[in-house]
């Protein structure tokens, strides 16, 4: 009898109850070279070392009770980012079901590390969007314990080894592309840290009391007058691309706190629309 899942390599979910903590997308065993060409982004040919107090910085440390959620979502975009190279550095594990597992304990790590962020997402945003994060999220995590199970002869040891005109294993492929996907995706949550601290210290700021000092309600008055400008930019048709380099100069000038991401132009815009009972800009196609 023909059996459909011959030669492919096993899946390397856990399986039982509550096992498999951040995969919700169905398993795909890797395509064969004939089947798919890519471009290779290989891992640092030297991995950074695993964090110690001299090495971490206060963002990368431990969760504590002062931590915000910005803080956190950029300390899990950088932990993210060196998903390949821990990838690579369990390599020196000779057998496949460590190296599995140990990938495995810190996709779990961090599923829960990325709590705090997909609860302010919730809250704060469509279902959808807050969806669209976790599914990114379990893409990556799939992808680096899967990549864990494969013979990659290139990290034998932990390290990368260059083959001089051979071509690259499948292994190698697959972490090449999750390097990239790694990249974008903790560029993506370095964003949304800067979209939720903005939008955390300008909501603390409205619920403060009215007696606050002079300077509390100048600061207001100014992020004020920095999102109407912002409503008026978008609602004229302005890209993005656009707003954010005016914005560049005008909070110079006027003395704004800065914007750094399209979101949060975006987000800036619906805010002083929500709160002046205001038609929302639509979104600009050429972001």
């Known amino acids: 009898m023909y059996n ?3 030669g492919r390599p096993a899946d390397p979910r856990p ?3 509550g096992a498999g903590l951040g995969f919700h ?8 070279p004939a089947r798919r060409k890519v471009g290779i982004v290989m891992p640092r040919p030297n991995p950074r070392p695993a964090p110690t107090p001299e090495n971490t910085s206060s963002i990368e440390t431990e969760a504590t009770g002062n931590e915000t959620i910005a803080e956190r979502a950029r300390q899990m975009a950088e932990r993210i980012r060196r998903l390949p190279d821990e990838l690579v ?3 020196a594990l000779t057998d496949s079901r460590e190296r599995v597992s140990r990938m495995r304990g810190i996709a779990t790590e961090l599923s829960f590390g990325m709590f705090p962020v997909f609860t302010w997402l919730e809250r704060r945003r469509s279902a959808d969007t807050a ?3 976790k599914r990114r999220l379990s893409l990556v995590l ?4 899967l990549c864990a199970g494969f013979e990659i002869p290139e990290y034998v040891g932990g390290l990368i080894k260059q083959n001089a005109g051979q071509t690259p294993s499948e292994g190698a492929r697959r972490t090449a592309e ?3 996907t790694s990249m ?3 560029a993506s949550l370095r964003e949304w840290a800067d979209d939720i601290q903005a939008e955390d210290r300008q909501r603390a700021q409205e619920k403060r009391p009215a007696k606050t000092g002079a300077r509390s309600v100048k600061r207001a008055k100014k992020t004020e007058a920095r999102d109407k400008w912002i409503w008026q930019q978008c609602s004229d048709g302005t890209p993005y691309k656009a707003i954010l380099s005016k914005l560049k100069t005008c909070h110079e000038q006027n003395g704004w706190e800065p914007i750094t991401s399209a979101q949060g132009i975006q987000s800036a815009a619906r805010r002083y629309a929500d709160c002046n009972q205001l038609d929302r800009p639509l979104p600009r196609q050429n972001r």
């Open 131 to 133: 969806e669209l994060v």
């Open 178 to 180: 999750l390097t990239a």
């Open 142 to 145: 799939h992808e680096a314990v």
């Open 184 to 186: 974008f995706f903790a």
């Open 89 to 91: 550095a369990s390599f």
């Open 4 to 6: 459909a899942n011959a």
């Open 15 to 17: 399986s039982g109850p």
């Open 25 to 32: 997308l169905p398993f795909q065993a890797p395509l064969g």
